[in-house]
């Protein structure tokens, strides 16, 4: 699929051709989704941060850091797998315009 588009500098436009592959898009959003998940959960069952001597005053510090630090990696994954959503659904996009295009050029006589 090849859709035109505008680059250049502002207030200039120039006709670029742009080229859709909803296959490579879709398996894209696969691999981003993937590794979303993975982001979210790469620090699950790995080995903490916490002190290995209880009473030690780094420990509650070592803890909050951990709990930041797992915490920002599940939005970070989130947002990557939401990503992946978003290109896959483009891709859909793509390809339900190309079908309806086919359809009413299919329609027109020869």
Do not use: F, K, N
Not at 63 to 85: D, K, Y
């Amino acid at each position: 699929m090849h859709q035109q588009g505008s680059t250049g500098q502002p207030g200039v436009l120039h006709q670029q051709e742009v080229t859709v592959q909803p296959e490579q898009l879709h398996r894209i959003g696969r691999s981003l989704g993937d590794h979303g998940q993975r982001v979210a959960s790469g620090l699950a069952g790995l080995p903490g941060l916490a002190a290995p001597t209880p009473g030690w005053s780094a420990g509650a510090a070592l803890g909050a850091l951990e709990a930041a630090v797992q915490s920002w990696s599940a939005r970070l994954g989130g947002r990557i797998t939401q990503t992946g959503e978003a290109v896959r659904s483009a891709a859909r996009s793509y390809e339900s315009a190309d079908a309806r295009a086919a359809t009413r050029l299919s329609g027109l006589p020869r």
